[in-house]
């Protein structure tokens, strides 16, 4: 069997990346932060259409064209069909036990107050809502959202930080930038006025940031330890879709117990790990190689 390292041509950008990994992360990582601030701040795009998905299809690009300049394929960092079933599997699994538990939660916790589900397409980090086309076009957006942010967070960063790092290091830088990543919004509020004090800012940055960085743990540690892309982001896509149109409704109001089904998402994804270990060791999936460490063809 002939190694890809030696069938596929290597490039400079290939060798920079084994290089200097975590400065090709924070190069691909600055250049996708551009495209996010021209979306939202310059274009506003989220005011207008409830989706940043301009910059978030940008931004996948910028992954494809990395891993195609770099003499490689979607497939180098884990979008492949091996074991696809059990991936989506995996995947759909871990997702539908945080899901019904931080519902069932929440709900239960409400009962005195006369809780509803009901379905609505809403956008709660634009504060934009719609109809069916609407919850069509969220739809649309998680899928680019999650193809855009797990390949450059998992498929790209796991593996490069895996040359550095061990297991568990990798997983928690890209989870600590993951959470970064998602900082900007709490600047939007501020600018739109939903935001008004000095300490709500730095409380809104801290509630951002903290479940962003434990979910980037859980969904860093679905890739690394299935070799999957397709794990994290069926979980990324139903989590987002899901929060995006289900909804509780009490005599409290709209969404009034999202403070309740937030935390209990957390505890319960960050718990999921087991049952991912446990499935990945039992259909015996490799876990992810060091970038620059490629399997037989």
């Known amino acids: 069997m002939v190694s890809r390292s030696t069938a596929m041509r290597r490039s400079w950008v290939l060798e920079f990346s084994l290089a200097r990994p975590v400065l090709t992360s924070l190069i691909l990582l600055a250049i996708a932060l551009l495209f996010k601030w021209v979306d939202t701040f310059v274009l506003r795009l989220d005011e207008r259409l409830g989706e940043i998905i301009l910059s978030k299809t940008l931004g996948f690009l910028l992954v494809a064209v990395f891993v195609w300049a770099a003499g490689r394929s979607l497939r180098d960092i884990g979008l492949h069909a091996r074991r696809l ?17 931080s519902y069932a939660v929440e709900f239960v916790v409400q009962l005195p107050d006369q809780p509803v589900f009901q379905l609505a397409a809403i956008d709660p980090k634009a504060g934009v809502s719609g109809g069916f086309l609407f919850a069509l076009w969220l739809v649309l957006g998680n899928v680019v959202n999650s193809s855009m942010e797990e390949g450059l967070f998992r498929g790209v960063m796991g593996r490069l930080f ?55 743990i859980t969904w860093g540690y679905a890739y690394l330890k299935t070799g999957s ?62 970038w620059g460490q490629w399997a037989e063809s």
């Open 85 to 101: 079933g059990q991936s989506l599997l995996i995947g759909v699994g871990a997702a539908a036990v945080t899901l019904v538990a």
């Open 162 to 216: 895996r040359i550095r790092f061990s297991f568990w290091g990798a997983i928690m830088l890209q989870a600590f930038l993951f959470g970064l990543w998602h900082l900007p919004w709490v600047l939007k509020w501020y600018q739109t006025g939903q935001i008004e004090e000095q300490g709500g800012v730095a409380f809104a940055a801290l509630g951002q940031f903290l479940p962003m960085l434990l979910v980037g």
């Open 229 to 290: 892309l397709w794990v994290p982001w069926i979980f990324h896509f139903l989590s987002n879709s899901t929060f995006n149109l289900l909804h509780i409704t009490t005599v409290e109001g709209f969404d009034s117990g999202a403070a309740i089904r937030g935390p209990v998402a957390m505890v319960v994804a960050l718990l999921t790990m087991l049952l991912i270990k446990y499935l990945a060791e039992r259909y015996q999936m490799p876990e992810v190689k060091p």
